[in-house]
């Protein structure tokens, strides 16, 4: 149930296309986060990356994200791509994660975690 996330929806239903309920202004949403495998085996090839991925995943899973300035708003070093790609720079810019971010339905991919020589050989519009 860790990704179960109630909202208080009110400020974003008209942005989400979302009526409420006959129970008040509240709405209950899954923050999916896909998949958590790829971050945890990242970090157990690369120990200092654990506490920093962890950390955005506890962010991430708790986000109301409706557009990309709301992820601007908390990772200044973000980069935004076509496709809803977003680019994060993990401890220090040390690391490189790269998401699509479905936000009408509120689901994120992890599409690649690397290092940045890593990062560097690829495509990160095309992974």
């Known amino acids: ?6 909202l208080i929806i009110r400020p974003y239903q008209s942005k989400l296309n979302l009526s409420c309920s006959q129970y008040g202004n509240l ?9 958590i495998k ?9 120990k200092d990356a654990e506490q920093p991925l962890k950390a ?11 557009k990309p300035p709301d992820i601007a708003s908390l990772y200044r070093t973000a980069s935004f791509l076509k496709n809803n790609r977003v680019v994060f720079n993990i401890k220090g810019n040390d690391y490189r994660l ?3 971010i479905n936000y009408e339905h509120q689901i994120v ?5 690397g290092t940045h020589n890593e990062y560097d050989k690829i495509n990160a519009e095309e992974i």
């Open 1 to 6: 149930m860790e990704n179960f996330l109630l």
């Open 27 to 35: 709405l209950y949403l899954f923050v999916r986060i896909i998949s």
């Open 38 to 46: 790829k971050l945890r085996d990242f970090w157990l090839k690369h």
């Open 56 to 66: 955005w995943f506890a962010e991430a899973k708790k986000a109301q994200w409706v």
């Open 98 to 100: 790269i998401t699509t």
């Open 109 to 113: 991919y992890i599409r690649f975690v």
